[in-house]
């Protein structure tokens, strides 16, 4: 059963535009949230994460918001850049001390200039 | 600050044969320590995890092991490889016993069995 569904498996959109990633989870005990950037070749690297005692977090031009009713969580990149062209994974965890992470299957994004 | 370090960079492998892959980390003592397996274009499958040395938990069944030797080694082998082992090898580690599920990937290492 898969834990955790990204959508969508693809995206391309124009520089300046906005991206929205989203994915949906199914076990209500997951209670962290991370999004991982990662470049071809190169190993993922945390993008920004959010806990489920929170709805929004912000770093720059990246937003994740969490929707706990619903569980859902999206990926916002504002004035999206070609250097932001990665595959994007979400990911949930139920926070036990093993830190096993459930990843998506991973948001192919395409910036163009 | 803490590195972590995989090799070798890349492996071309024919069929049946041997494996090891290798991953240090560095400045952080007693680690979670993860192999995590991905297909090209996929997305990441854990493998393997390990909380202390000597100790190692199989997550999925692909006719690979993994050991753990030092506090700050993890080791992925098999005897004979299979076409379907081709892919992109991740370590990865995360802070131990206080865990958010965080980890921090290595910059991997790619298979291609022939």
């Known amino acids: 059963q898969q834990q955790v569904r990204q959508s969508p498996q693809s995206l391309t959109v124009w520089e300046g535009g906005t991206t929205v990633l989203t994915c949906s989870y199914e076990?209500?005990?997951?209670?962290?949230f991370p999004w991982y950037q990662q470049f071809p070749g190169e190993g993922p690297a945390l993008l920004i994460s959010?806990?489920?005692?929170?709805d929004k977090k912000e770093d720059g031009r990246f937003t994740t918001f969490f929707n706990k009713r619903e569980k859902k969580l999206s990926l916002h990149i504002i004035d999206s850049q070609p250097g932001d062209s990665a595959t994007y994974f979400c990911?949930?965890?139920?926070?036990?001390?093993?830190?096993?992470?459930?990843f998506g299957a991973g948001t192919q994004l395409i910036v163009i200039p | 600050a803490q590195t972590i370090h995989q090799w070798p960079v890349a492996e071309i492998k024919a069929v049946g044969s041997p494996l090891s892959l290798g991953c240090t980390i560095k400045?952080?003592?007693?680690?979670?320590l993860y192999w995590y397996w991905q297909a090209t274009g996929g997305t990441l499958q854990q493998l393997f995890y390990?909380?202390?040395?000597?100790?190692v938990e199989s997550v999925v069944q692909l006719n690979l092991s993994a050991s753990r030797p030092k506090d700050d080694q993890f080791i992925l082998s098999t005897e004979k490889l299979l076409l379907s082992h081709s892919g992109f090898y991740l370590c990865?580690?995360?802070?131990?016993?206080?865990?958010?599920?965080?980890?921090?990937f290595g910059e991997g290492s790619k298979l291609t069995v022939l």
């Open positions: 959010i806990l489920s005692v929170s």
């Open positions: 990911a949930a965890s139920g926070g036990s001390a093993l830190g096993r992470l459930h």
């Open positions: 990865a580690w995360s802070l131990h016993p206080t865990n958010t599920g965080q980890l921090y």
């Open positions: 400045g952080k003592s007693s680690p979670n």
């Open positions: 390990s909380i202390t040395v000597g100790q």
């Open positions: 076990d209500s005990t997951f209670n962290y």
